[in-house]
């Protein structure tokens, strides 16, 4: 895969998931660099709509260069948990919702958004790089113990307190800048030898969620996306982690099950018949797709639809 170069993963599987309507209105919850939103349009009639969000006022721009003259598309500057705060015009409802969470490859690939520990780069990480602060400043302020609580629970790192002891160490020298510095930090933490994994790759993940409140952000986006769903309308989800996996298959699950029966009370069980249904078993990429493209490996496709 060329450096830079970005490949919609699951692509075919989403648009089917989606199932579009010529005539419909749809959202793109996280552009990225725009080829699910592509596929998309090229799949809507002239009646059709679709609207684009994205944090990254890179994406932004990169969305208005390539599709800023179709009138069906628009595109907002924003976190899709804060959609309801957006005066998106004629789209209260949605046909269709596709979240594609994480790190697009653009960012990755470009050592000064801080992303990677694989070039050597400013230690940012943030998504929107107009507010908020950076990993480096994050890793200033936060305590050891709420380091050592984020390393494990977002990380799932094995070896959490000795990484965050010694990013704490290097923190308060000033001697984290760069996205090399840290990396180095971690993997002088943690024993053993070098894996086939970069020791680094656990603590960078979490440290990206911290900064970014991506949890937080994915369990509000899901409770306010679904609430613009039309009747009939798919949300579809790819995650990237076990931890984003596991917070959609819960939404998913509670959304779609039926509210407990009150005790005693002579009430037909059709009023208490859940308002969504999760459709067909997750979908995982094809060993082709894998081949293709190594960063589509962990991606995991959920979809719910709400019912009419």
């Known amino acids: 895969m060329a450096t830079g170069e970005h ?35 090229a799949r809507l009639g002239s009646r059709g709509r679709l609207v684009a969000l994205d944090q990254d006022p890179e994406a932004v721009a990169a969305a208005r260069e390539r599709f800023g003259a179709d009138e069906r598309f628009a595109i907002w500057q924003a976190n899709f948990a804060d959609i309801d705060r957006l005066p998106i015009p004629d789209a209260d409802r949605f046909d269709g919702v596709l979240m594609d969470l994480g790190v697009s490859s653009p960012q990755l690939d470009q050592p000064g958004r801080g992303f990677s520990f694989r070039a050597d780069g400013p230690l940012d990480m943030r998504m929107d790089t107009t507010r908020g602060e950076t990993a480096a400043e994050y890793l200033r302020r936060v305590s050891e ?13 094995r070896y959490a307190g000795r990484v965050a002891s010694a990013i704490s160490r290097a923190a308060r020298r000033g001697a984290l800048q760069t996205t090399a510095q840290l990396a180095d930090v971690v993997r002088s933490a943690i024993p053993g030898r070098p894996g086939e994994k970069d020791k680094a790759t656990r603590s960078f993940q979490a440290i990206r969620i911290a900064v970014n409140r991506e949890m937080e952000a994915l369990s509000t986006g899901l409770e306010k996306l679904v609430q613009r769903l039309d009747k009939g309308a798919r949300l579809v989800a790819i995650t990237f982690h076990s931890l984003e996996d596991r917070l959609v298959k819960q939404a998913f699950r509670r959304l779609s099950s039926p509210a407990p029966l009150p005790r005693k009370l002579p009430v037909p069980a059709a009023d208490f018949k859940p308002s969504f249904q999760v459709v067909g078993k997750p979908l995982k990429p094809s060993a082709e797709e894998i081949s293709a493209n190594p960063r589509a490996r ?10 009419a």
């Open 298 to 307: 962990s991606a995991t496709l959920r979809v719910l639809e709400k019912l």
């Open 145 to 157: 113990r709420e380091l050592k609580r984020i390393l494990k629970v977002y990380g799932e790192e």
């Open 7 to 41: 490949h919609p993963v699951l692509f075919e599987e989403a648009l089917g998931a989606l199932n579009i309507q010529a005539d419909g209105c749809y959202l793109d919850a996280t552009f990225g660099r725009g080829g699910h939103s592509a596929g998309i349009l």
